[in-house]
């Protein structure tokens, strides 16, 4: 009686289990924090104009999304940073082949309160506040205060970016880390807000998240060059130094409902979607 | 067929007991599986004693001294401070409080202990983080501090509960024998009822140190999570647990870095281990 009730139980879960498989209507995305609204917006377009077509947005960080693409729990997965040679060879293992189509440019700001008397700065005075070379705000013209540093957790791909791009100048042999007293906080939003309420910090996020309590700074590649503050103008032009593409990345060549979701992306109306939801739009 | 089915009940009642220890073997099993790999990577005494923790870098940096140090700090200041208040208002329950007021008080911490750690974090961020940051001057209010004054909250609950029930057992005549001898009320309170209750309320601290370890939520909103060798409690730290759950989702499966998390899982599980066994021991002693 009991082991009769226990096969009709695994069977019922067998079935509904494969019937939830074979649902294709239906797509996961899953991946960086920085896409999460642009694609969501993306979604909710999509999924008005073909009824029936289901997309889910989750966040968790580029490099959650890439692990969930390898391990086969979403179909696309956002990223703001390229998928690392590792993580190639691990999806490569599992049968995956990571395809990586760009759908959007981003301008990192990095921002400080309004109240703070610096509005510019170099790269290079960049990295050498984040990796805690420079620890007072006087040496680089600022109030006798101690800098805070905010930065987002490792999970971010705007970390990752940040770190390679500005800390160690795109120089793959670098080995300069953020200095070990960065507060890591675990949104945008977060570092938003700390830089909101507090004269003496700075932080970057993407330029979606500017608002009038933060004060972007205008960067420069080095001293000779033009102060540049980002502006979707600046970004389009290459004249802003600290921006990045986003990706999305299917499993080998999109098909299906994958690909007519990104194909939906790309098109116009997608890309009009890209500037109202404060990202840049790729050349087309 | 009754005694069948008291048989068939039996069985359940054992496989629903078992159950619980079964899960814990294969927890811990799978703990270390996955945690001892590291070790092939780095050895025990550097990864225990490193000092620098950049688990993304190449080659990554695994040392995770700085998060002991800011599990222990966060926790030890939690203790000085819910520690003094969970046993005073215990025994303010258990000896002093008229009915009424032991009712609403017992409901109250009740209370306490059914709010969610995020909204205890989200709150001590807006509130106590700003407080923290003006009261001592400092360039930034995510600090340890913070961190253990959310925490103590949550302690409180555990602690008043436990020890107010280890007052509660202490047999009635010790109580009454010493008021007989022209004892004062507080007297008695601190001469007798406290060391007959000090095994159970020395358990009641330790479970309530052991839920404060293991808090991850609102540690990861409110301590600034910076990988830096704490040198005061007014610094912002990063706890072991708020290292699990922020990186957790971007370890890619078989990484370094994933072992590496694992690894400091074990550690997690050895130190509340430890305390729990410690607590127990106590409990025991008292019975």
Same mark, same amino acid.
């Given at each position: ?42 979604? #909710? ?19 959650? +999304? ?59 005075? &960049?990295?050498?506040?984040? @990796? ?22 490792? !999970?971010? +791909? @705007? ?10 100048? !795109? ?26 309420? !507090?004269?003496?910090?700075? +932080? ?48 080998? #060549?999109?098909?299906? &409902? ?6 939906? @992306? ?19 | ?9 039996? %069985? ?20 270390? %599986? ?5 070790? %092939? ?83 001590? /961020? ?29 302690? /409180? ?35 007798? /009822? ?36 704490? $040198? ?43 305390? $729990? ?11």
């Amino acid at each position: 009686m009991f082991k009769r009730w226990l096969f009709v139980l695994t069977a019922v879960t067998f079935v509904t289990s494969a019937f939830a498989a074979k649902d294709k209507n239906a797509i996961q995305v899953k991946g960086s924090d920085t896409m999460v609204n642009l694609v969501q917006a993306w979604a #909710e377009k999509y999924m008005e104009k073909s009824q029936g077509d289901f997309v889910a947005v989750t966040g968790g960080g580029s490099g959650t +999304g890439f692990s969930s693409l390898i391990s086969g729990t979403c179909d696309i997965a956002m990223a703001s940073r390229s998928i690392k040679d590792k993580e190639i060879a691990l999806a490569k293992a599992k049968g995956i082949s990571p395809n990586e189509i760009k759908v959007a440019l981003d301008g990192l700001a990095v921002v400080v309160n309004p109240g703070n008397p610096i509005g510019k700065l170099t790269l290079s005075q &960049l990295a050498d506040i984040f @990796t805690g070379r420079i620890t007072n705000w006087k040496k680089i013209g600022g109030k006798d205060e101690k800098i805070v540093l905010l930065s987002r957790e490792v !999970n971010s +791909g @705007t970390h990752v970016y940040f770190k390679e791009h500005v800390l160690r100048k !795109n120089d793959p042999n670098s080995k300069e880390e953020f200095a070990s007293g960065a507060l890591m906080l675990s949104s945008s939003q977060a570092i938003a807000d700390e830089v909101a309420g !507090n004269p003496a910090a700075i +932080g970057y996020y993407g330029m979606g998240y500017i608002s009038k309590k933060q004060k972007a700074l205008a960067i420069a590649k080095d001293e000779k060059s033009e102060y540049e503050v980002p502006t979707i103008e600046n970004v389009i032009n290459g004249k802003y130094p600290i921006s990045r593409p986003l990706f999305l990345y299917t499993n080998g #060549e999109p098909a299906g &409902l994958v690909k007519k979701f990104v194909d939906f @992306t790309l098109s116009k109306e997608g890309q009009d979607i890209v500037v109202v939801t404060d990202f840049v739009p790729v050349n087309k | 067929m009754r005694k069948f089915k008291e048989l068939i009940i039996e %069985k359940l009642i054992l496989i629903c007991g078992l159950a619980s220890i079964f899960f814990v073997v294969l927890i811990f099993l799978f703990l270390l %599986k996955e945690g001892l790999a590291v070790f %092939k990577i780095v050895n025990p005494f550097s990864f225990l004693f490193g000092k620098s923790w950049y688990p993304i870098s190449e080659p990554p940096q695994l040392g995770i001294l700085p998060l002991i140090l800011g599990s222990l700090l966060v926790t030890l200041g939690a203790a000085i401070i819910s520690i003094p208040i969970g046993v005073g208002c215990a025994v303010y329950i258990a000896e002093i409080a008229p009915l009424r007021i032991k009712e609403t008080l017992k409901a109250g911490i009740e209370l306490l202990a059914a709010i969610p750690s995020v909204v205890l974090g989200f709150i001590g /961020m807006v509130t106590l983080v700003p407080l923290v940051k003006t009261v001592f001057h400092l360039p930034t209010g995510l600090t340890a501090l913070s961190g253990s004054i959310m925490l103590a909250f949550m302690a /409180m609950p555990t602690i008043v509960s436990i020890a107010e029930d280890a007052l509660y057992s202490v047999p009635k005549t010790y109580k009454e024998g010493a008021l007989a001898l022209g004892a004062t009320h507080w007297q008695t309170i601190w001469r007798v /009822m406290l060391p007959a209750a000090s095994s159970g309320i020395l358990a009641a601290v330790m479970l309530g140190i052991g839920r404060v370890i293991g808090e991850t939520m609102a540690v990861m909103m409110i301590t600034g999570n910076a990988a830096v060798m704490p $040198n005061s409690i007014l610094a912002p730290v990063r706890t072991l647990t708020a290292t699990i759950a922020a990186e957790m989702g971007e370890a890619v499966v078989g990484s370094e870095h994933y072992f590496a998390l694992f690894a400091i899982g074990i550690v997690l599980f050895v130190i509340s281990f430890a305390i $729990n066994v410690t607590a127990d021991l106590f409990l025991h002693k008292r019975q």
